[in-house]
T-cell receptor, first 114, second 114 residues
């Protein structure tokens, strides 16, 4: 079965600093990977997705993620954090093994310090 | 025009009561989901329907009963509410069950059981 693991339930960065949120996946087949963001009292919205077209994926709001098969990772980065980036971030995998599930990691809360 | 809409947004009720949450999507998608998000922000899949057919039924108490009158609607009825049912319930949809694209989320329905 496919799964994702997010390391670090809470991450704090200073405004202007690099944001790095970690996600590792487990899959016996090429995975389809996603990052979502959830702002307070809102639903999840897509930041970016990897569907095997390119290993470096650019998303909205200046975020990007790199798919590294050798490390089974799909970490999310942003060069310079903004106060408005404070939110909950979820890594997810779309299970292509036939279960039709869409599986989320446990989430990472990003705090941006002034 | 909201793509995935849920009603009600907030629900406060007593233990033992029965309540329903409704979800509608206007995206023309075939597949819809219910997720439960607990206080630690963990997203747990509950059910999924594909064109009115139940395709995912996780280990959810049978007090929870989904109903899909048509592919644009997926409702969730909960009988004999318990304190542990307090959570935010998210409806989501995707193009179809084999689609490898994103999920589209509603804004969530916050259920508080007293």
């Amino acid at each position: 079965a496919q799964s994702v693991t997010q390391l670090g339930s809470h991450v704090s960065v200073s405004e202007g600093a690099l944001v790095l949120l970690r996600c590792n996946y487990s899959s016996s087949v090429p995975p389809y990977l996603f990052w979502y963001v959830q702002y307070p009292n809102q639903g999840l919205q897509l930041l970016l997705k990897y569907t095997s077209a390119a290993t470096l994926v650019k998303g909205i709001n200046g975020f990007e993620a790199e798919f590294k098969k050798s490390e089974t990772s799909f970490h999310l980065t942003k060069p310079s954090a903004h106060m408005s980036d404070a939110a909950e971030y979820f890594c997810a995998v779309s299970d292509t093994s036939g279960t039709y599930k869409y599986i989320f990691g446990t989430g990472t809360r990003l705090k941006v310090l002034a | 025009d909201t793509a995935v809409s849920q009603t009600p947004k907030y629900l406060v009720t007593q233990m033992g009561n029965d309540k329903s949450i409704k979800c509608e999507q206007n995206l023309g998608h075939d597949t819809m989901y219910w997720y439960k998000q607990d206080s630690k922000k963990f997203l747990k899949i509950m059910f999924s329907y594909n064109n009115k057919e139940l395709i995912i039924n996780e280990t959810v108490p049978n007090r929870f009963s989904p109903k899909s009158p048509d592919k644009a609607h997926l409702n969730l009825h909960i009988n004999s509410l318990e304190l542990g049912d307090s959570a935010v319930y998210f409806c989501a949809s995707r193009l179809n069950r084999r689609d490898t694209g994103e999920l589209f989320f509603g804004e969530g329905s916050r259920l508080t059981v007293l």
